[in-house]
């Protein structure tokens, strides 16, 4: 087997686990990589991530992390949002949505680093309650 492979499977499964959004690791890889189209990459990034997220629910839920009546009305709510993206991509097409994947990152990463900033100069370690 491939070690990048090897090594982009574990990175994407760790931060997934985390819930921290391992697709970008996996789609990243799969675009530079694997030279798939984003649509493909996307669609490979998806059949992924079910069996990492069982685990990872399995995990949550055994530790009591998880709010099922939250979950609820999210998915629910996130069904017809998902419909719409599909719809949505279709008609994008995959270099477009590769650019918006990009300025998503982006974006996420500059808000990252001035939240750490700030938090910093606040002098907070973390702003996490505990339950």
């Not at 499977?9 to 959004?21: A, D, N, P, T, Y």
């Not at 030279?35 to 055994?62: E, R, T, W």
């Not at 300025?103 to 505990?130: A, M, Q, V």
Request: with cysteine.
């Amino acid at each position: 087997m491939d070690i990048i492979k090897i090594i982009a499977g574990l990175l994407s499964g760790i931060i997934g686990g985390m819930g921290l959004g391992g697709g970008a690791v996996l789609l990243i890889y799969l675009k530079l990589f694997e030279n798939l189209n984003q649509i493909k990459a996307q669609g490979i990034n998806l059949l992924f991530f079910i069996p990492i997220a069982a685990v990872a629910i399995s995990i949550y839920a055994f530790s009591h992390l998880i709010k099922w009546k939250t979950v609820l009305k999210m998915c629910l709510s996130g069904i017809p949002g998902c419909i719409s993206a599909v719809m949505l991509r279709g008609a994008l097409g995959g270099e477009k949505l590769g650019k918006i994947f990009a300025i998503i990152l982006i974006i996420l990463g500059i808000s990252e680093i001035i939240k750490g900033f700030l938090l910093k100069r606040s002098g907070k370690r973390d702003n996490i309650k505990k339950e």
